[in-house]
């Protein structure tokens, strides 16, 4: 239908059928009005379904005779010859019907052109409404699962789909900004439903990642994939094949594919009900799951692009029915700007690079000192690599373009002082192990007196020197390109 235009064509012709009253004015039917006969006495009216065909004769004079229908034309007028094709014209009636006409043209062995009707009902079920899809009619509605046991109105996306074809449809999701309405709108019922409340109510979707990480397979191609799916930022971020796309934080829902923080604790009954199973990530020490995994404490950190980490705790325990219960505590980290999460451990932090302004008398430069002041402003401390990971950040981190020196010759501090005693260094942070895992350069750490600092030298592919005492009041800044800072907060 898009890009149509309804259009009313008169034409000399007849009808034979009954009409309506003719003193019956035109708003009181013009949807379902179907045809008008103008006679040399008066207009007759032909509602919906009333009238097969119309004739036109050739030869005959029909006394100034006309008719005129609605149907659905590529131009705002209508045709020379309007006898030329078929046609479809459509109304919506209300919420749950679509009445169709569809107008042939012929012509009979007189020459007489012939108007034939042909009429459809679409009629949406019961809780359901309608919307046009292109050229298609489909009927939206919201199924909800029902209170049994021992999941009461909830289950995985595959039964949802299963659901829905046993309703004589299938999964779908908005196709455009009228359909994510109505499912926003019709979901917020569900608390008159289910006795969960509808910031907590997720509405599974059209949509599965079956073999690629964030490629959804579709059931429904009648919306266009998730063209029109509202995402929330920065999904879709699932980290494996299998994940479901659905609505959450109603009442304005945004649509995810991960599901963090949607369970607070799971039951294996004793004995347990239908031999059922769950299944969940976590890390743990082995290769293997465990024989018993409920006698420990374990967790599974996810991290979604640079800048949040998500985090599960799971814990274990039995209860006074010998029911064993796994209990997930979420947290979620989330980084400034600018910066990006690792893993250290069990700690997670946020490391970035902090750059000294443009201020005399040495612009982009400061001491090691100054440096440690500057990381502990932005909420952190001075740092250095744990790993190779880390230190390829830092090395990215490091580009020309903030300052007018070449990125060759930057100096970057680290975290590191041999205050009291020569090539023992202090640290502030205590997260990155010490220089265990610096990259130093050839002879290097090889100051004899306390008092120097560590610092990376030589990008692109810098390692770590210590030969410049610039922590105990030295203030030359020696050309540096950047006197750049790593910040962990």
């Given at each position: ?46 509602k919906?379904?009333s ?79 309608i ?69 907590v ?86 290769d ?48 400034p ?9 069990k700690?997670t ?60 010759t ?6 590191g ?18 220089d ?6 050839f ?29 105990t ?17």
């Amino acid at each position: 239908m898009a890009g149509l235009r309804r259009t009313t064509c008169w034409s000399s012709g007849s009808a034979s059928a009954v009409p309506l009253l003719t003193a019956l004015r035109y708003l009181q039917c013009r949807e379902r009005l179907r045809l008008v006969h103008k006679t040399s006495i008066g207009c007759d009216l032909y509602k919906f379904s009333s009238i097969s065909s119309a004739r036109n004769p050739s030869q005959e004079d029909n006394g100034g005779d006309k008719i005129a229908f609605k149907t659905m034309l590529s131009t705002d007028t209508c045709p020379v010859a309007p006898f030329d094709n078929s046609s479809t014209y459509s109304y919506q009636n209300g919420d749950r019907f679509v009445y169709s006409i569809t107008t042939t043209y012929s012509e009979d062995s007189n020459n007489d052109n012939i108007i034939s009707f042909n009429y459809t009902t679409l009629q949406c079920p019961i809780g359901s409404k309608i919307f046009a899809r292109e050229s298609l009619w489909v009927c939206l509605s919201v199924q909800y699962f029902t209170n049994e046991l021992p999941y009461q109105y909830c289950a995985n996306h595959s039964r949802a789909s299963v659901l829905c074809k046993n309703s004589g449809g299938t999964l779908t999701g908005p196709a455009n900004t009228a359909e994510y309405n109505y499912f926003k709108n019709v979901s917020v019922s569900t608390s008159e439903i289910a006795p969960y409340s509808s910031s907590v109510v997720c509405i599974w979707l059209d949509g599965n990642s079956i073999n690629v990480t964030r490629e959804f397979v579709m059931e429904d191609s009648t919306h266009n994939g998730d063209t029109a799916y509202p995402f929330s930022s920065p999904n879709p971020n699932s980290d494996a094949p299998g994940s479901c796309l659905y609505f959450s934080s109603f009442p304005n829902p945004v649509v995810d594919d991960y599901l963090f923080n949607s369970i607070t604790s799971a039951r294996i009954p004793n004995p347990p009900y239908r031999e059922e199973k769950i299944a969940f990530k976590t890390t743990l020490s082995t290769d293997t799951c465990h024989v018993n995994p409920f006698v420990e404490l374990s967790g599974y950190a996810y991290q979604d692009s640079n800048l949040v980490i998500y985090k599960t705790t799971i814990t274990y325990s039995v209860d006074s029915n010998t029911d064993k219960i796994t209990t997930f505590q979420y947290e979620k980290l989330e980084c400034p700007v600018e910066s990006k999460a690792f893993q250290r451990g069990k700690i997670t932090v946020c490391l970035s690079v902090r750059f000294f302004t443009n201020e005399s008398p040495y612009p982009y430069c400061g001491n090691h000192s100054r440096a440690s002041e500057l990381c502990k402003r932005n909420g952190g401390t001075l740092t250095g690599p744990l790993n190779i990971g880390e230190l390829e950040y830092f090395k990215q981190e490091i580009l020309p373009g903030i300052s007018p020196f070449d990125n060759g010759t930057a100096r970057v501090w680290l975290d590191g002082n041999s205050i009291n005693v020569g090539r023992e260094f202090v640290m502030e942070d205590s997260t990155h192990e010490g220089d265990k895992n610096y990259p130093y350069g050839f002879d290097d750490p090889d100051s004899v007196n306390p008092g120097y600092c560590l610092y990376l030298y030589y990008f692109p592919e810098p390692f770590i020197v210590d030969d410049d005492k610039y922590s105990t009041g030295h203030k030359e800044c020696d050309n540096w390109f950047l006197d750049d800072n790593f910040l962990k907060s």
